[in-house]
């Protein structure tokens, strides 16, 4: 999407901020209102947020309208609940794996590969390849993911980073995990390092 508005805003850099900025954050440009799914937000409230006057939203409304192809993107963004934050309410586990620029393809296939062999209870799988921002796999298990799982996925090329959230709190230190809480007692099985 940054291409596009890259293309189409290249003359207009106060626009382009705050198209990017309603686009990050879910909100859509229907009949010159703005909308968070079917939640009319006030223009007051944008401006407000975004730190710009009612004019210039006024001005990239109207500047919208008239490009077709801005004006379809706009029209269907829409906010997708993010379940992230509460998963370790619920005692889910959160892995994220981050990928190095041009190995995505490669990495989502054999990370994919990786789980069918251990037959895990995936809640939801988000991923990104960006040109723009980091690319990465991020999944939710409803239980544990064995160790060994971790252990391949380390094994793959293009693996940059893995960060897994947990809701128990357990000590351990590997290559690419950024442990925030880890039930998993791997350091020792996948990597050893002296301390």
């Known amino acids: 999407m940054q291409l596009v508005f890259d293309e189409y805003f290249k003359s207009y850099p106060v626009k382009k901020r705050i198209i990017e900025k309603l686009y990050a954050n879910g909100i859509s440009i229907v009949n010159d209102k703005f909308f968070v799914n079917n939640i009319e937000v006030p223009l007051s409230s944008i401006a407000n947020a975004i730190k ?46 981050y990928i190095d620029k041009g190995m995505y393809s490669r990495v989502i296939v054999e990370v994919m590969d990786i789980l069918r062999n251990h037959a895990p209870n995936i809640k939801e799988i988000y991923s990104q390849n960006s040109d723009y921002e980091s690319n990465f796999i991020r999944i939710i298990f ?4 064995d160790a ?16 897994i959230n947990a809701p128990e709190k357990l000590n351990v230190i590997c290559d690419k995990c ?5 039930p998993h007692k791997i350091s020792s099985s996948l990597r050893e390092h002296n301390i």
Not at 149 to 155: C, K, P, Q, T
Not at 178 to 182: A, G, L, P, Q, V
Request: aromatic content about 6%; some cysteine; hydrophobic content about 45%.
């Open 142 to 145: 409803y239980n544990e993911l």
């Open 52 to 97: 710009v006057n009612r004019r210039t939203l006024y001005e990239t409304i109207k500047f919208v309208n008239e490009n077709p192809v801005v004006r379809e993107i706009m029209q269907n963004i829409s906010v997708i609940p993010d379940i992230k934050k509460v998963s370790l309410l619920m005692r889910n586990e959160i892995v994220t794996i």
């Open 178 to 182: 950024e442990i925030k809480i880890c």
């Open 148 to 163: 060994s799982a971790f252990r391949g996925i380390d094994r793959i090329a293009g693996v940059n980073r893995i960060i």
